[in-house]
């Protein structure tokens, strides 16, 4: 016995250590033997190995020591303190014997290795729990720090021998014969020296030392091995110190061998576990509104982090993860795996999901997971008798989920019973006896998890078969149900596209009525419109003349009437187009109030027209359209207010350096418009009420053409209405400044009043209407001019091709040839003798586009029916000028030609 061996004899025995047979040499001799057993040169032996363990038990080798621990009894220890007595063991055939009785125990104190004098009345048996007991008078609430010591005696002819150690809360030192053969962590007599850390390991033993057997008693002569086994332990940090579990001593090539199995079945089964969680993340990607493959993935994750924390797997693939982490992920995985657990069993019946009973688990699952992720480690485990509770609760209520389904015989129910009886005998186990990942019938627990994890991922496969199959019905379904669809369409297409066609035929023959009826009326508002142009410059009696004022003022509203018309039909054949110039606003709002003035005037209204100082002069925008708006709006202001005002109020709020927003608002008195008015006051042929139409008359197209000629210009038109007090109507346009320039003073008379031609032309008239060739004649005669006349396009070629003219005045649609074919057959002959002759165009088509197809076909002017005496003139005039340009240059060029010969 070591308490009666000298310091000397100790020294002794450490060279003894050095110099014996069963020494480090041969522990690393088998240390080479293990390393040869690997997974790459024994892949057939470890795959068959590692089945027999997970579905038949241990294997042979971890079978064979209760057989041989009951031929060979270990023998009672003797009285002693501190010693036992395994001298008649045998460790050859690879048994294990646990060291649990007759261990020396020092409170509060760490002994050294080899300290004869320290002694100790007092004995511990393992497992031994410091909760609770009583320390120096004292009840111990699990914290502190000791030293266990026991000698063991051994047969002298022992092998090389291995320690097991598990469950040392919280860190502790192992030495045998004075070396340190396991460290976990660092015991500390106070908290602060602590490096806490618990894992359980294999360690290989020294060579006993040879006892002097005159020394020992007499129940000992014939031992004559010993190993002094010295454990310093404190805890801390944990709720229980002490001992859990007793120590294991045994044939070391057999531990070490065993040890090994059972951690390549733990990182097998690790792998196998990995590769189904990924399977059923990709399942849950692939279907996305199928969670039962995301609930299992997430309970395989927790069940994989609570395996590879409790069996330090980190620590064995060479990662240092402090305590304090391992343990809060540990019982985090432990909660949050249960609550995955219900979670995927009401994902599978969601049918038998109780909505108030996964409400309270999860706020408790919440609870208790923030318990273990923020507070002390002391704290939370002194609750996990509260956390197996909630792990037991889960697999109890998923049982009862498993047996509701078989009542309701729902799919795949028996084999879901199996497999949470399965986890329930596993999990009672385990939280009964604590012990989930030891040797032997501990894995019990492992197991019943694998055997879930197994079954569960068979329920999920025959699901993803069966939705698979499903899935390939419906899309076959579906398949005909799209075929039958697209036949549908197509019909349906063709019918719409006929119906389209019908539609576009049927506006664009509108239209063509529209275009066609604008271009009749306007041949005899042309006549009559002329006709009153022509009498206004003659002398005539006051009676006359104010009967040719009244047929004036009737062509200009059926004119008007008829433009509107004509817009309307633009609009609609998306025909009408925005031409941009440089528009005088204070010469354009001028010219209104000069329009309206007389009317104004007669009716005793007051009028005013208000410009800010900060609208320029001159904005970018089309003029015309801008004036048909405000005229618009004018003349409705007029028509509608029997007394009181009429005003044009313009203002401009800056955007940029370059823009303005110009506001227009006219503003009366008149009758107002009430609120059921105000939501058809912009429709097509609508006015405000019935009664309106027969008091003032009008087609109600007015209001409607200016809203789509503002939205046009990208600009709005609005109504700021108050009923029964007059109405204010305001054009907003977002314009571009234009330069600024001074306008030369213009004469409010057209110049064929005031001047006649220079010279006398030669002009041609191709005309076939004779009301026209008479306003015709009455125009030119008050420019000093005559004309010739033929009744087709025909007849003006051939009149064309025997005599010289200055000017062609070309009506369009005319029988036998019409004007464009005339003028295309005119600029086609090149030698003819009036190739280059100017062609104005005299006609009543106005529709967009008809001015440019014109110029096209060799035209040189433009004059819309019915005619403007002024615009007639300048179109003239700008035609003989073009004409004189051309001839000047063609005299310029002769001369250069002639040197060059």
């Known amino acids: 016995m070591l308490n009666y061996i000298t310091n ?51 294997p042979a080798a971890g079978r064979a020591p209760a057989k041989n621990e009951n031929a060979h009894p270990i023998n009672k220890p003797i009285p002693a303190s501190g010693i036992i007595d395994l001298t008649a063991h045998d460790f050859s055939a690879g048994t294990k014997v646990k060291l649990t009785d007759n261990w020396e125990f020092f409170w509060k104190a760490f002994i050294s290795p080899g300290n004869t004098l320290a002694k100790s009345e007092k004995t511990a048996s393992l497992p031994h729990n410091w909760d609770g007991q009583i320390f120096e008078n004292e009840k111990n609430k699990g914290t502190g720090f000791a030293t266990y010591r026991l000698t063991v005696l051994l047969p002298a002819n022992a092998p090389p021998l291995a320690l097991s150690s598990r469950g040392l809360s919280y860190a502790s030192h192992i030495y045998a014969n004075g070396v340190l053969i396991q460290a976990k962590g660092k015991p500390g007599a106070q908290r602060a020296d602590e490096i806490p850390q618990s894992y359980g390991m294999v360690s290989l033993l020294p060579s006993p030392s040879i006892v002097d057997n005159t020394s020992l008693p007499l129940t000992t002569k014939n031992a004559p091995n010993e190993i002094e086994l010295i454990i310093h332990l404190s805890n ?31 990182r097998m089964m690790i792998g196998v576990m990995l590769a189904l969680t990924l399977y059923h993340l990709v399942l849950f990607a692939a279907r996305p509104a199928e969670r039962v493959p995301l609930q299992f993935a997430a309970y395989m994750s927790a069940v994989l982090v609570y395996i590879v924390v409790s069996n330090n797997v980190l620590s064995m693939i060479g990662y240092d993860v402090p305590a304090s982490l391992l343990l809060r992920l540990e019982y985090f995985s432990l909660i949050i795996g249960a609550y995955f657990v219900l979670q995927f069993m009401w994902g599978l019946y969601p049918q038998l999901r109780l909505p108030k009973i996964n409400m309270v688990f999860s706020v408790y699952v919440a609870v208790f997971s923030c318990i273990a992720l923020l507070f002390p480690a002391r704290l939370y485990t002194l609750l996990l008798p509260l956390f197996q509770l909630g792990v037991l609760t889960a697999v109890t209520i998923a049982l009862a989920i498993v047996l509701t389904a078989i009542k309701e015989k729902l799919p795949h129910a028996r084999v879901l019973l199996l497999a949470c009886l399965g986890i329930l005998i596993g999990t009672v186990y385990g939280v009964l006896t604590h012990k989930a990942g030891g040797s032997g019938p501990d894995n019990a627990i492992y197991l019943s998890v694998c055997f879930f994890i197994l079954t569960q991922a068979v329920v999920i496969g025959r699901q993803a078969a069966l939705a698979t199959e499903t899935l390939e019905k419906l899309r076959e379904k579906l398949q005909n149900t799209n075929f039958q669809l697209e036949t549908r369409v197509a019909e349906r297409t063709k019918e719409l596209q006929a119906s389209v066609k019908k539609a576009n035929t049927a506006n664009q023959a509108k239209t063509d009525f529209l275009s066609m009826m604008s271009h009749e009326l306007r041949t005899p508002m042309n006549a009559v419109l002329g006709s009153a142009q022509s009498l206004k410059h003659q002398a005539l009696p006051q009676a006359a003349s104010d009967l040719v004022n009244t047929l004036s003022d009737a062509g200009e509203i059926l004119m008007t009437l008829l433009n509107d018309i004509l817009d309307l039909a633009k609009i609609e054949a998306g025909k009408l187009e925005i031409e941009e110039s440089d528009v005088d606003l204070r010469e354009l709002l001028g010219g209104v109030e000069r329009m309206y003035r007389p009317q104004i005037d007669d009716k005793g209204l007051s009028f005013s027209l208000n410009i800010e100082d900060d609208v320029p002069q001159l904005v970018r925008g089309d003029t015309t359209r801008i004036r048909q708006i405000i005229f618009n709006l004018v003349s409705n202001a007029v028509k509608f207010t029997t007394e009181g005002s009429v005003s044009i109020q313009t203002k401009a709020l800056t955007t940029n350096a370059n823009r303005i927003a110009l506001c227009i608002t006219v503003s009366d008195t008149g009758i107002g418009i009430d609120k059921k008015a105000r939501k058809k006051l912009f429709k097509q042929f609508e006015q405000a009420e019935k009664s309106t139409s027969r008091r003032f008359g009008g087609t ?67 005309e076939d209407n004779m009301m026209n060739r008479q306003v015709l004649t009455a125009f030119l005669a008050s420019f000093k001019q005559t004309t010739e006349y033929a009744d087709n396009g025909q007849q003006a070629l051939d009149m064309l091709a025997c005599k010289a003219f200055d000017l062609v005045l070309m009506d369009i649609q005319m029988p036998i040839m019409d004007g464009v074919s005339a003028v295309k057959a005119l600029r086609a002959d090149k030698n003819g003798l009036n190739t280059n002759v100017p062609v104005v165009a005299m006609t009543a088509n106005t529709m967009s586009g008809d001015r440019e197809r014109y110029l096209d076909a060799g035209m040189d002017g433009f004059v819309p029916k019915p005619m403007d005496i002024r615009v007639l003139y300048t179109e003239m005039v700008r035609a003989t000028e073009k004409k004189r340009t051309r001839a000047f240059a063609a005299k310029l060029k002769k001369p250069r030609a002639k040197r060059r010969a």
């Not at 306008?743 to 110049?751: F, G, V």
């Open 700 to 766: 109600g197209l007015g209001l409607a053409i200016s809203k789509e000629l503002a939205a046009l210009m990208g600009g709005d038109l609005t109504l700021d209405p108050k009923t029964g007090v007059g109405s204010s109507f305001t054009l907003h346009l977002d314009v571009e400044i234009a330069a600024q320039k001074t306008a030369a003073p213009k004469s409010n008379k057209p110049a064929a009043e005031t001047k006649s031609m220079r010279r006398n032309l030669r002009i041609l008239a191709a």
């Open 8 to 58: 000397n004899k100790i020294q002794e025995r450490l060279i003894q250590l050095r110099n014996h047979p069963y020494s480090w040499t041969f522990a690393q001799k088998v240390g080479v033997d293990l390393g040869d057993f690997n997974l790459h040169t024994h892949f057939r032996a470890l795959t068959c190995l590692i089945a027999v363990f997970w579905f038949a038990g241990w």
């Open 236 to 266: 801390y940090f944990h709720a229980k110190g002490g001992v859990a579990e007793p120590l294991v001593i045994g044939n070391a090539k057999a531990m070490m061998l065993l040890d090994n199995q059972k951690n390549l079945a733990l």
